[in-house]
């Protein structure tokens, strides 16, 4: 019941930057998580990002902690990864999902209802 669209991923040079963005449709929920993953080949996918789409709560991965923001605009239904300083191991097709309600680990792939096609990220050394 939610359609969810990436776009933004690109060829990028070490040190660069992109900003993602996910788009929604159809019905939303006012408690629900939106996050962001990412699966570079011969890996599984990976926690990136999430925030809550009513408080603005966030939490960052490690790996990108510092480097890149997640941010969301209600009105537009939109959630944004700006993802700056960009490096190689970062490479990866970037997956936007959506979790329904509040509850389980919101880092767990296992959390989230509903995914986009993803987007390719590919960084440059």
């Known amino acids: 019941q939610v359609h969810l669209v990436e776009s933004g991923g690109g060829l990028v040079q070490a040190g660069g930057s992109l900003r993602l963005s996910c788009a929604a449709s159809?019905?939303?929920?006012?408690?629900?998580?939106m996050g962001w993953f990412r699966q570079a080949p011969g890996k599984e996918r990976e926690f990136v990002a999430a925030?809550?789409?009513?408080?603005?709560?966030?939490d960052y991965a490690d790996s990108v902690k510092g480097r890149f923001i997640i941010s969301r605009d209600n009105a537009k239904n939109t959630v944004y990864l700006q993802m700056n300083s960009l490096k190689p191991e970062d490479t990866a097709v970037y997956y936007c999902?959506?979790?329904?309600?509040?509850?389980?680990?919101?880092?767990?792939?296992?959390?989230?209802?509903?995914w986009g096609q993803g987007t390719q990220v590919t960084v440059s050394s």
């Open positions: 999902s959506a979790r329904a309600g509040p509850g389980g680990n919101w880092r767990s792939q296992r959390a989230y209802d509903y």
């Open positions: 925030i809550a789409w009513s408080s603005g709560w966030v």
């Open positions: 159809g019905r939303s929920f006012t408690s629900s998580t």
